[in-house]
């Protein structure tokens, strides 16, 4: 396709309005039925938010224990969560792109003749959309977070500020994905997302001042003049943006919008991984050890060994680890989060480095033949899969479970609970690797939320539910502000039962 006019050819924009008069008239779904959809979708949200909210203000339980660190005001945690939204729409956008064609538009669009900029124009309307919508409710929570009683006016005006940057944001990524420097803006997304909770431990230990943060309409007119500006490189880029970069963003956001459909978070995560790959490497590891490993101890030791390679060579998965750590420390020095909030924080900072350690049994389970290569049983392949994963958490509970003990003046006994748990996130971590995929085929759930298809209870059953079980020990030694021998004891049996059913394989279902 040429990025001028051709000659008797029809332009993209009429291109994309035959296609979608010929999808409207075979469409089996009316209007109506969009509308209910949508009503259900924002039904179920508003119900849940509520119950959450409730459930917070009646059952928040007061924490036992020191009250150390500084008390954040609501603007600066208003403030973190903006970061961590900008981060998550950053990386986001740089994997599925602002400009992206699904594998049916790029097959029949991109090898037609005529210009380029009306055929790629429309695709700008989602994602735009999406980020101003996303920027104008942060800068107006932001607003009310900093200045609970501030009036119409100016909710107004920073509201407008936020839609404005927001849509300034999408478009000015265009170029960016032009030029081909995409994996540069997910990597800025997922600093930025990573960024949130070491500077959430950061603000804790040091207190920081007042929050100054600029008000009036001079905000707005500054997001304006951005808009205008990335409009107009955006329009200009667009017409130079290569087919294997439409492609390539377009089965990212496919994967991605199919494994939201299906609430897998498995899937998600492997959607929101692609990255592109260099064509060469530069240089082979030295795996000297590995024979020796295999003589002494079995076949298994190679797969460890791999587990370990994926993890350490990986800058990616080490931040994320230390961000973990970062969020587990940050809710028992937060003296406004009640006991509930420090268990919550801990147990979320555990899974957050945990799932790091799992990426060769997220990718085995992808594909089957990486694990039936090696002479050994289902069974104890998933015990090679734990080793990793157990002694990274065990070195990740010293720091996190020392500062938890310090502040309960009882390091020892924290101490030797968060080792004794250490196997527990591991577990849940491979066990949720390796679950089944959701299976949409049986009978419906009547909620009163809607219907929800029976094989979605797989998602929290399987991996999740481990995780739920072993966090007991640690959320009654919370609550409590102790650590009793009775305790470590109910801690090293759910262990054991965690560990059980990492390694635990399900048979295959008989076909009738």
């Known amino acids: 396709m040429t990025t001028s006019g051709a000659a008797g050819y029809p332009s993209g924009g009429a291109m994309r309005r035959w296609t979608r008069l010929v999808v409207r008239t075979r469409a089996e779904k009316s209007v109506g039925e969009l509308l209910g959809d949508v009503y259900t979708i924002v039904l179920t949200v508003a119900v849940t938010v509520a ?134 803006v997910s990597v800025a997304g997922d600093g930025l997302l990573a960024l949130t909770p070491v500077a959430a431990l950061a603000l804790v230990l040091a207190p920081p001042g007042q929050l100054l943060v600029p008000t009036g309409w001079w905000p707005a007119g500054v997001g304006a003049v951005l808009l205008a500006l990335a409009w107009w490189r955006a329009l200009r880029s667009l017409p130079h943006l290569h087919d294997t970069e439409l492609r390539e963003r377009g089965a990212a956001a496919v994967e991605l919008r199919g494994a939201t459909l299906a609430t897998d978070t498995r899937d998600i995560g492997r959607a929101l991984d692609i990255a592109p790959r260099r064509a060469r490497r530069r240089r082979s590891a030295r ?11 079995g076949p298994g030791a190679a797969l460890a060994t791999a587990d370990a390679l994926l993890l350490f060579r990986s800058p990616r998965r080490l931040v994320q680890l230390v961000c973990g750590a970062a969020l587990a420390l940050v809710a028992p020095l937060l003296p406004q989060l009640p006991a509930v909030g420090i268990v919550l924080g801990v147990v979320s900072g555990a899974w957050i480095a945990a799932l790091a350690t799992g990426l060769g049994a997220r990718d085995a389970q992808a594909v089957p033949a990486i694990d039936a290569l090696l002479p050994v049983g289902q069974r104890a392949v998933r015990g090679w899969r734990l080793v990793v994963p ?116 399900v048979r295959p279902k008989a076909e009738s």
Do not use: C
Request: zero cysteines.
């Open 287 to 297: 795996l000297r050890l590995v024979p020796r490993l295999v003589r002494l101890a």
């Open 390 to 505: 157990v002694l990274v958490m065990l070195l990740w509970s010293l720091p996190v479970f020392a500062v938890l003990g310090r502040l309960y003046d009882d390091v020892g006994g924290w101490l030797a609970l968060g080792l004794l748990a250490a196997p527990v996130w591991a577990g849940g971590v491979v066990r949720s690797a390796y679950r089944p995929p959701p299976d949409f085929s049986g009978p419906l759930i009547v909620t009163p939320m809607g219907a929800y298809p029976k094989g979605l209870a797989t998602l929290a059953s399987t991996g999740p539910d481990v995780i739920l079980v072993g966090a007991v020990p640690l959320a009654v030694a919370v609550l409590t502000g102790s650590v009793t021998p009775v305790l470590l004891g109910l801690q090293l049996a759910l262990t054991a039962l965690a560990v059980a059913l990492s390694v635990r394989t």
């Open 51 to 184: 119950m959450v909210g409730a459930l917070a203000r009646n059952h928040g339980l007061t924490r036992t224990g020191p009250q150390t660190g500084t008390d954040l005001d609501t603007g600066w945690l208003t403030l973190l969560a903006a970061l961590a939204v900008l981060g998550f729409g950053v990386g986001l956008l740089g994997r599925t792109g602002p400009v992206s064609l699904g594998a049916a538009q790029a097959g029949w669009w991109l090898p037609l003749p005529g210009e380029r900029g009306s055929l790629l124009r429309p695709s700008l309307v989602g994602p735009t959309t999406a980020a101003a919508a996303v920027g104008a409710i942060t800068g107006l929570l932001l607003a009310l977070a900093i200045d609970p009683a501030l009036t119409l006016v100016t909710a107004l005006a920073a509201a407008l500020a936020g839609l404005l940057l927001g849509a300034a944001l999408a478009l000015g990524l265009v170029p960016v994905e032009a030029a081909g420097r995409q994996r540069a």
